[in-house]
């Protein structure tokens, strides 16, 4: 069974979780995320966190992450999107453009598309030699090891929603004027081609999962079960790190309502 086939996208939170899982979640990545830079303990810097968003679109990526950021300061925080490569971007190794937007020690990321697009649409729409995108697993390999051995914390999730799901979004977006701009010509290209993006997450998902750079699927077909487990999934890998680099963690604050 493939990484993707083993996770259902339709799971949902039990009633009434929602608001309270996710504030609690919230609360406690910024708590983190302050101690990892040094403003709420004596100063000392924490791991570089560096979260990797990729998925299906209309997957629920922006407002996964417009909930991962919601209680940080943006001024504590470094996040990127990316598209198709420019033509200068064309002249260099295709990890050179992603270099600016990682995080040093006590700093953060979050990236909505990565360096996994040489070998998701790269692949799939033909824009590389077969021979450059299957090269690229060993060179994203070691990218993320040599950027773990200095110590970042990857973060990596892929949003997983099924196929009913995504027409639904598509047909939403396009018929709200103030979402129609989401939805491309290209967005509809690619869904009919899902079969084939669906072969190369399962070998992007497979080749590319380690230690250093373990990958999240998450069943994106409930907005609100993504938004909890991507938020708890980063507080819970933060909190690793700290363990991993023998850093002391914050306890976590008690309920408001506790004495």
């Known amino acids: 069974m493939s990484r993707l086939e083993a996770v259902d996208p339709s799971q949902k939170l039990p009633k009434g979780e929602y608001a309270g899982r996710l504030e609690a979640a919230q609360e406690r990545l910024l708590q983190l995320r302050l101690h990892c830079a040094g403003l709420t303990n004596d100063g000392e810097l924490g791991p570089p966190i560096c979260c990797v968003f990729e998925g299906w679109d209309a997957s629920g990526k922006g407002g996964a992450i417009k909930r991962l950021l919601s209680e940080v300061d943006v ?5 990127r999107s990316y598209a198709a490569p420019t033509p200068d971007e064309k002249r260099h190794h295709f990890l050179w453009r992603f270099w600016p937007a ?8 979050v990236l909505d598309r990565s360096w996994y697009g040489r ?9 590389t030699p077969e021979k450059h995108w299957r090269r690229a697993y060993d ?14 914390m990857l973060v990596k999730f892929w949003m997983h929603i099924s196929d009913d799901e995504q027409l639904k979004r598509f047909e939403r977006r396009r018929d709200d004027p103030l979402k129609s701009w989401k939805l491309t010509d290209e ?19 497979d080749r590319t999962h380690h230690d250093d750079g373990a990958w999240h699927v998450i069943a994106g077909d409930s907005k609100k079960f993504a938004r ?6 980063v507080s819970s890998e933060i909190e690793r790190a700290l ?7 914050p306890p976590p604050r008690p309920p408001s309502d506790a004495p």
Do not use: Q
């Open 228 to 233: 909890v487990a991507v938020v708890e999934t």
């Open 243 to 249: 363990i991993r680099h023998g850093l002391p963690s």
């Open 75 to 79: 001024r504590h925080v470094r996040v």
């Open 139 to 152: 060179e994203i390999v070691d990218f993320e090891k040599t950027l773990a051995a200095e110590g970042m």
């Open 102 to 109: 990682l995080p040093g020690w006590g700093g953060m990321a």
């Open 119 to 127: 070998v998701l649409v790269e692949r799939v729409e033909g824009f």
């Open 187 to 205: 967005d509809w290209r690619n869904r009919g081609k899902r079969r084939e993006y669906e072969g190369a997450v399962d070998e992007m998902l």
